[in-house]
């Protein structure tokens, strides 16, 4: 167990509403990810961390802003949320030397967006 | 950039029997990380196994070993003594040694044990 949380883990969204999913880790670990999972892609990187306040886009970011003002959370915001977003995001962490260079996956959530 | 690739969307195997799921990567890197991560139905991704790189020793966890071949760039996973258990979306991923250190997937295989 890397101690990874994910919030909320289902929700259900108009289009065009704001969304934003939360992850928190309990372990300080320094490297954050979200990633979602669709049908025939398997699990594709939307932003990632490196530390707080700094982040970058991974593959699929058009449409995703993400922010880490604290060590322990890492914030994934649909500003405008669209049917194409409807999937399983996925938050993970690397915690490097403290779980052997090995990536833990948090739970997932599930967002529908009608 | 990296990418991976599964070319087996579903493979099906008897229980108790031995399976091998397939892995091909590309990459220009010379030291990085390979796993294969199991999704249940219950969508939760576990780490089934990894494999350093720099190790020629293919690496082995129970019945789950691998058959890594760092030149043809082939990365397989072998079940031996399938159960039940064993059924589920099998993802290959790959994880550079360097940098941000972001997974890189293939598109999965779904496993379907027959009893």
């Known amino acids: 167990d890397a101690g990874i949380t994910q919030s909320p883990r289902h929700k259900v969204t108009e289009t065009g509403t704001p969304v934003t999913l939360r992850c928190h880790q309990t372990e300080n670990h320094r490297y954050m990810y979200w990633y979602r999972q669709d049908p025939g892609h398997g699990l594709r990187l939307i932003h990632y961390s490196y530390g707080v306040k700094d982040t970058d886009k991974g593959e699929v970011s058009d449409g995703y802003s993400v922010s880490r003002s604290k060590t322990e959370d890492f914030l994934l915001t649909l500003e405008s949320a669209t049917s194409s977003q409807t999937s399983v995001y996925f938050c993970?962490?690397?915690?490097?030397?403290?779980?052997?260079?090995?990536?833990?996956f948090g739970e997932g959530s599930w967002l529908t967006v009608v | 950039a990296q990418t991976v690739t599964q070319s087996q969307p579903e493979m099906s195997v008897q229980e108790a029997e031995t399976v091998t799921l397939s892995c091909t990567y590309d990459?220009?890197?010379?030291?990085?990380?390979l796993f294969w991560y199991k999704q249940p139905p219950s969508r939760q991704m576990i780490l089934v196994i990894r494999?350093?790189?720099?190790?020629?020793q293919n690496a082995t966890e129970n019945r789950f070993s691998v058959n890594f071949q760092k030149a043809a760039k082939s990365f397989s996973l072998k079940i031996s003594d399938s159960q039940l258990g064993d059924a589920a979306m099998y993802f290959c991923a790959y994880r550079s040694a360097r940098g941000a250190q972001k997974l890189v997937f293939g598109q999965g295989t779904r496993l379907t044990i027959n009893p």
């Open positions: 993970a962490i690397n915690g490097q030397r403290t779980t052997g260079n090995t990536i833990y």
């Open positions: 494999q350093e790189a720099y190790k020629q």
């Open positions: 990459t220009s890197e010379s030291d990085y990380y």
